[in-house]
């Protein structure tokens, strides 16, 4: 409680912190947590939301700091401030890691991903991946947004509880990988807009790779067989000159 309360406190008379309620609770991938819920109220109403420690260390998991667009309304204006460059941000966000979440960071890896700019607020979203076996963890990251003028906007710790993960030593060959991509390979010509930027009205031609005719499927790399978005595996297709529909039809009901 006390830490929650150093963290939201707000230097104005204007606005009264007071914390609803303080919680033991299991997040979504079974983690011990405390769940800490808070309003700010002020004389024309209130805003509330609520933030997560590790309940083993006190680290901070789950935070979004309401105070900015609170001060705004507040005051009716906002003090402009030069942005920040997107090196700054990144050495900020560390900075702040550092501070809250020390005893995960020997997890991650620096974004390997330039991070995305809000144009319109200027606010930077960053994401440091976890590595395991020198190898990334699709889904799993910190994920940091840092305001223009430094300060932290949210933070948010997705880390499921694994116990054993899958060795590298039953990973098929990189040449097996390649001569598989090759032939699932195909084209798609679509127009990109290079950025979102309301001035830009720029589309480039461009073409992006399919495999077997979807954006989203990928390769099991221990059995090499081809699984879409959904985990799903996905069957070959045959070719035949009167029966390819019942054919293909008995391949995907795997008769």
């Known amino acids: 409680k006390k830490a929650a309360?150093?963290?939201?406190?707000?230097?104005?008379?204007k606005v009264k912190?007071?914390?609803?309620?303080?919680?033991e609770v299991k997040n979504s991938y079974g983690q011990e947590?405390?769940?800490?819920?808070?309003?700010?109220?002020?004389?024309?109403?209130?805003?509330?939301s609520s933030l997560e420690f590790d309940k083993k260390t006190g680290e901070l998991l789950q935070y979004h700091n309401a105070q900015n667009s609170m001060m705004i309304e507040l005051n009716g204006t906002k003090e402009e401030v030069a942005p920040i460059s997107q090196e700054e941000a990144i050495a900020q966000a560390v900075k702040y890691l550092k501070e809250l979440v020390p005893s995960y960071l020997h997890e991650y890896a620096m974004p390997l991903e330039d991070s995305y700019v809000d144009d319109a607020r200027g606010n930077y979203y960053l994401n440091f991946p976890r590595i395991?076996?020198?190898?990334?963890?699709?889904?799993?990251q910190i994920s940091v947004s840092i305001y223009k003028d430094g300060s932290l906007e949210n933070l948010s710790v997705s880390r499921p509880q694994i116990e054993e993960w899958p060795t590298l030593d039953k990973v098929i060959?990189?040449?097996?990988?390649?001569?598989?991509?090759?032939?699932?390979?195909s084209l798609k010509m679509s127009y990109m807009k290079g950025n979102?930027?309301?001035?830009?009205?720029?589309?480039?031609?461009?073409?992006?790779p399919l495999f077997n005719e979807?954006?989203?499927?990928?390769?099991?790399?221990?059995?090499?067989?081809?699984?879409?978005?959904?985990?799903?595996?996905v069957t070959p297709e045959v070719s035949h000159a009167t029966a390819a529909e019942e054919l293909n039809y008995l391949i995907k009901a795997k008769v």
């Open 5 to 13: 309360e150093k963290l939201l406190q707000v230097k104005s008379d």
């Open 17 to 23: 912190l007071s914390i609803q309620s303080v919680e």
């Open 33 to 48: 947590v405390i769940s800490i819920q808070y309003m700010y109220n002020y004389a024309n109403g209130g805003s509330g």
């Open 132 to 140: 395991v076996n020198g190898v990334m963890v699709s889904g799993d």
């Open 173 to 185: 060959s990189l040449k097996e990988v390649e001569d598989t991509l090759s032939k699932a390979l």
């Open 196 to 208: 979102h930027k309301k001035e830009n009205s720029h589309y480039d031609l461009i073409y992006s």
């Open 214 to 233: 979807t954006a989203f499927n990928v390769l099991d790399a221990n059995s090499g067989k081809w699984i879409n978005q959904y985990n799903i595996e």
